[in-house]
């Protein structure tokens, strides 16, 4: 596996699906639950914070904090403690902070050995049979692609409404 190319193609997947969602619907609630686009944006947002706190563990840099907050409340706590302290961030500020912890994933990425990468029980807190890029993969990519395909239903409802041009 390639660690940078599957956080390049998570990425490009965000941006390439979001592209087609004017900012003014990114509001709009009931997307994924009661979230809307941005709240999405903003849950993306401290999973990437998360990533940067795994990654600079193995780079030997930084601090932990949101990892051990995600590690502390949960999965659920996390999340509505992270997208609430986001809620009044208009959709580009949401969309800017996604896109900066992402690109400090990717120079943090670049910093560690592939065979470090694919080593098998370096997050024991995750699962001793599993190596960072399984997380990598599983937990972003993966996830961005879950979100995302919620935002390309939300889409597909905005254009059989007539709000948003057919393809």
Not at 7 to 30: C, E, I
Not at 41 to 52: I, K, R, T, Y
Not at 88 to 103: D, G, K, M, T
Not at 145 to 150: G, P, S
């Amino acid at each position: 596996m390639n660690a940078s190319d599957i956080l390049k193609y998570g990425h490009d997947f965000v941006t390439r699906n979001l592209a087609g969602l004017p900012q003014a619907h990114w509001d709009t609630p009931n997307v994924c639950g009661w979230w809307s686009t941005k709240h999405i944006l903003a849950h993306l947002a401290s999973f990437e914070h998360v990533l940067v706190d795994v990654l600079q563990s193995f780079a030997g840099s930084g601090s932990a904090t949101y990892l051990e907050q995600f590690t502390s409340l949960g999965g659920e706590g996390f999340n509505d403690f992270q997208v609430d302290i986001r809620k009044n961030l208009a959709p580009a500020e949401a969309y800017a902070e996604y896109e900066q912890a992402w690109r400090t994933t990717m120079g943090l990425v670049a910093q560690i050995p592939a065979e470090t990468l694919r080593r098998a029980g370096t997050l024991p807190w995750y699962g001793t049979e599993y190596a960072l890029d399984d997380y990598i993969v599983y937990q972003y990519y993966g996830h961005k692609r879950e979100h995302i395909a919620q935002v390309n239903i939300f889409k597909d409802k905005l254009t059989a409404a007539g709000v948003l041009p057919k393809a």
